[in-house]
Structures are given as structure tokens and as C-alpha cells.
């Protein structure tokens, strides 16, 4: 295996450049992704790797999306989130067994490739403090090919 350099794979992707696809599932996508960001962030690699930090607008700041460089592409990655008993009761997922880590209110962090030829899904984005805080993929593209870097607040 060899060693992944995030800050040349930073400089080599450009804006409208096609996301490779891995190989097979959907689902196997997904898991690629999230354990390469888990990886990136043990070895100290994840601070060259991020170009977009999107934060929710509480003083604490908390991370709801991070967009980071991959050798496929951009990336984004969204970290884990609980709900409390009032607000989880509000609430409904049928996924809920297999998203959390309790089985109940402790949401599980997920990571994708970036879709930039197809951006027109929208993530639901959460932390402690946000409920639901929709951001459109496409505005990520834009950001990107705007040139955007590093911290940004969602109201």
C-alpha cells in the first residue's frame, strides 16, 4: 500500500473534474469513504485534506459537513450527532436501528464521494445544537469552484 499524499491530491484536483466511482456497491462507496476520512484523521492527514469546513452558527461552532480531498475526488463526511429523548421522540426513521450506535438517539457519521456531475441531492445536516439544516450538494460544487476554503457558518 502506498502512502496517500492529501496535499498533492489537494492541488491536483480541479472544479468539474469527475468523481471516479469506486468499484461495487453503493453502500461499499460509503463505507470506502468514511474509513478513509477516520484514517486520514488518525494519521494527522485530515488537516491538509479539508478544503471546506461548513459549521453551524452557535459560538461552539460545531462541525455539521466537512468536505475533504480524496484520490477520487472530493469528499464530504458528516460527524456523529445525538438527539435528546424530547427531540429523538419527535422524530421517526425507520433506518434508526441501523444508523445509530444505541439503537436509538446516537446517529452514526456517514462520508460519500461528491457527486459534482450530479449535485442535486440535498443533505440534512445535525448536531447537537441544529435539527435538520438542509444544504444542497450543488451549493458545495459552487463553493468549490468558487474557490471557498476552510470555515464556513450555516445559518
Request: glycine share 6%.
Amino acid at each position: 500500500m502506498h502512502a496517500f499524499d492529501a496535499g498533492a491530491h489537494a492541488r491536483a484536483w480541479r472544479p468539474g473534474d469527475d468523481v471516479v466511482r469506486f468499484v461495487g456497491s453503493y453502500e461499499q462507496r460509503k463505507q470506502s469513504a468514511l474509513a478513509l476520512y477516520r484514517t486520514m484523521r488518525a494519521t494527522g492527514m485530515l488537516r491538509r485534506a479539508m478544503l471546506i469546513e461548513y459549521r453551524c452558527p452557535t459560538p461552539r461552532g460545531c462541525l455539521l459537513l466537512g468536505i475533504f480531498t480524496t484520490p477520487h475526488g472530493p469528499a464530504w463526511y458528516t460527524p456523529p450527532f445525538k438527539f435528546s429523548p424530547e427531540r429523538n421522540a419527535r422524530t421517526s426513521s425507520e433506518a434508526r436501528s441501523e444508523r445509530t450506535t444505541d439503537g436509538d438517539r446516537r446517529w452514526r457519521d456517514r462520508a460519500d464521494l461528491l457527486d459534482t456531475e450530479d449535485p442535486w441531492e440535498d443533505l440534512a445536516l445535525y448536531c447537537d445544537h441544529t435539527l435538520n439544516t438542509l444544504l444542497p450538494l450543488r451549493r458545495v460544487v459552487a463553493d468549490l469552484e468558487a474557490g471557498v476554503r476552510g470555515r464556513v457558518s450555516i445559518d
